[in-house]
């Protein structure tokens, strides 16, 4: 587990030769610095206030307010008195201690990828300093962690708001599928009938069929002659008979014949004269 970023809490004093040309400014810092040794924060911050007040642009000044500011948790100010100082500061020393603080208060403040880019001004002006370089790494590490987090909340959301959209969906397909049964009920069955009537009308097709062809090959059975001549065979008797018969039909006949002749040929007799 990495440990917390470190913080440089050391108070900065700048040239001393400055003293001669600014005491009364000088004299506010080191009593700031007396009172913030002491932990008295709100007395520390009335000095440094009372120095810039004569220096508005001292950058000791401004780095050990924003020190004391961070110290009572007012981190909106602290960033603001670390910008200041890193802005006015005549050395590489104290911009580099102005980012790595001001990197720090966007660690408290959460805001990783700005501390990120903090910590590396302060290696830009300080390359060779390992707390920095340290706080950098830790900065990097939970902005990477931070979003990958949000990737994987965008992803949830993303299904959330699919799943969501596939039940309304889902939904409405079971309304309208409940509609239509409501609004016809029978017709599941009516289809049903219709379909079994079309079977039937089809099976009493080929019913039909299957009579009208039967007839056809009966019909054609009963038509077809016999290949063999019926014979009856006639006793000699039976045969005499029949001829005795026919002749003597055959004999009636002539003589009705003959009769006929007779009685329509006129008689020739006298002339009527």
Same mark, same amino acid.
């Given at each position: 587990?990495m440990?917390?970023?470190?913080?440089?809490?050391?108070?900065?004093?700048?040239?001393?030769?400055?003293?001669?040309?600014?005491?009364e400014?000088?004299?506010?810092i080191?009593?700031?610095?007396?009172?913030?040794?002491?932990?008295?924060?709100?007395?520390?911050?009335?000095?440094?206030?009372?120095?810039?007040?004569?220096a508005?642009?001292?950058?000791?000044?401004?780095?050990?307010?924003?020190?004391?500011?961070?110290?009572?948790?007012?981190?909106?100010?602290?960033k603001?008195?670390?910008?200041?100082?890193?802005?006015?500061?005549?050395?590489?020393?104290?911009?580099?201690?102005?980012?790595?603080?001001?990197g720090?208060?966007?660690?408290?403040q959460?805001d990783?990828?700005?501390?990120?880019?903090?910590?590396?001004?302060?290696?830009?002006?300080?390359?060779?300093?390992?707390?920095?370089?340290?706080?950098?790494?830790?900065?990097?590490?939970?902005?990477? =962690? *931070?979003?990958?987090?949000?990737?994987?909340?965008?992803?949830?959301?993303?299904? @959330? +708001? !699919? &799943?969501?959209? #596939? %039940?309304q969906?889902?939904?409405?397909?079971?309304?309208?599928?409940?509609?239509?049964?409501?609004?016809?009920?029978? =017709? *599941?069955?009516?289809?049903?009938?219709g379909?079994e009537?079309?079977d039937?009308? @089809? +099976? !009493? &097709?080929?019913? #039909? %069929?299957?009579?009208?062809?039967?007839?056809?090959?009966?019909?054609?059975?009963?038509?077809?002659?016999?290949?063999?001549?019926q014979?009856?065979?006639?006793?000699?008797?039976?045969?005499?008979?029949?001829l005795?018969?026919?002749?003597?039909?055959e004999?009636?006949?002539?003589?009705?014949?003959?009769?006929?002749?007779?009685?329509?040929?006129?008689?020739r007799?006298q002339?009527?004269?």
């Amino acid at each position: 587990m990495m440990e917390k970023p470190t913080f440089f809490w050391g108070l900065l004093f700048f040239g001393i030769s400055l003293m001669a040309q600014d005491g009364e400014v000088i004299n506010h810092i080191y009593e700031g610095n007396e009172q913030a040794s002491a932990e008295l924060f709100d007395k520390a911050e009335i000095a440094y206030r009372r120095a810039l007040s004569k220096a508005p642009e001292k950058p000791e000044a401004l780095y050990n307010l924003g020190n004391t500011h961070f110290q009572e948790q007012d981190f909106d100010e602290a960033k603001q008195r670390f910008f200041q100082t890193q802005k006015f500061a005549e050395n590489k020393s104290s911009k580099h201690h102005a980012f790595h603080n001001l990197g720090n208060v966007f660690m408290k403040q959460k805001d990783y990828a700005k501390a990120v880019e903090a910590y590396k001004n302060a290696l830009r002006n300080n390359p060779e300093d390992e707390e920095t370089r340290y706080n950098y790494a830790l900065a990097k590490k939970l902005l990477e =962690k *931070e979003q990958e987090q949000q990737q994987n909340q965008d992803q949830k959301n993303q299904q @959330d +708001q !699919k &799943d969501q959209e #596939d %039940q309304q969906d889902q939904g409405k397909k079971d309304q309208n599928k409940e509609g239509n049964k409501d609004k016809d009920p029978g =017709k *599941e069955d009516d289809d049903k009938e219709g379909d079994e009537g079309e079977d039937d009308e @089809d +099976q !009493k &097709d080929e019913g #039909d %069929q299957e009579k009208e062809k039967k007839p056809e090959q009966g019909d054609s059975e009963k038509e077809q002659p016999s290949s063999k001549p019926q014979q009856t065979e006639l006793s000699p008797e039976q045969v005499k008979s029949l001829l005795e018969a026919m002749n003597n039909q055959e004999k009636k006949v002539q003589d009705k014949v003959n009769a006929e002749k007779v009685q329509g040929t006129p008689v020739r007799g006298q002339k009527d004269w």
